[in-house]
């Protein structure tokens, strides 16, 4: 079997290994990880605001991970990606107020608010398609997020959601990378990483 070692071997090998998983264990991944979110907007609490996004494909997570933690904070941001430069982000007021939009997502209607309004979360969710014991976060390579995580507070909690087995060891990484300090999975919920050289 051939070592994976760049960026584009490990995107291939997620997004087949993504592919192939079956939908019961998806649906189940996807309650694991709705609870997980509810317990993380507990700890938070009523008057947090955390940006998310709303997952596509076989990317894990469903729009009921938005609603669990909507019970339990102020306010969810999800992005709306336009190119060039960073995400601008707008509220989440249930899933039937979202609106299909460019690169296959969905995201609130507008109003739309600035790049910088990601300073305001206390907790950014983050998607992923890997992400290593370091807090190297494998994307899919537009650079969306690398290009809007620099305006967070530095206190807020940035956090990759895989699943269990997408957290490694060790992915590339390059200069721009932007680092997370956290995970969320179905099995292990939220848990820290060890960010480090």
Known sequence: ???VTTKAQWRARVLAARRARDAV?????????AAAAAELG????????VCAYVPVGAEP???????????????????????????HWAEYHGTEALVSAPFG?????QPHLPPSAISEAAA????????DERGV???????FYDRTLDLADPTARLIAV????????????????????????????LRALGIGS
């Open 162 to 189: 895989v699943r269990d087995d997408e957290v490694v060891a060790e992915l590339p990484d390059e200069s721009h990378d932007i680092r997370v300090g956290w995970v969320l999975t179905p099995v292990g919920g």
């Open 105 to 109: 997502l969905r995201e609130p209607a």
């Open 124 to 131: 950014i969710l983050i998607p992923a398609l890997a992400v």
């Open 1 to 3: 079997m051939t070592e």
């Open 25 to 33: 264990t998806r649906e189940a991944e996807d309650r694991a990880l």
């Open 137 to 143: 976060r494998l994307g899919r390579g537009a650079g």
């Open 42 to 49: 507990g700890a938070l609490g009523p008057d947090a605001t």
């Open 61 to 87: 997570g469903s729009t009921a991970l938005l609603d669990a933690l909507m019970r339990r904070v102020g306010r969810i941001l999800l992005p709306v990606a336009r190119e060039p430069g960073p995400l």
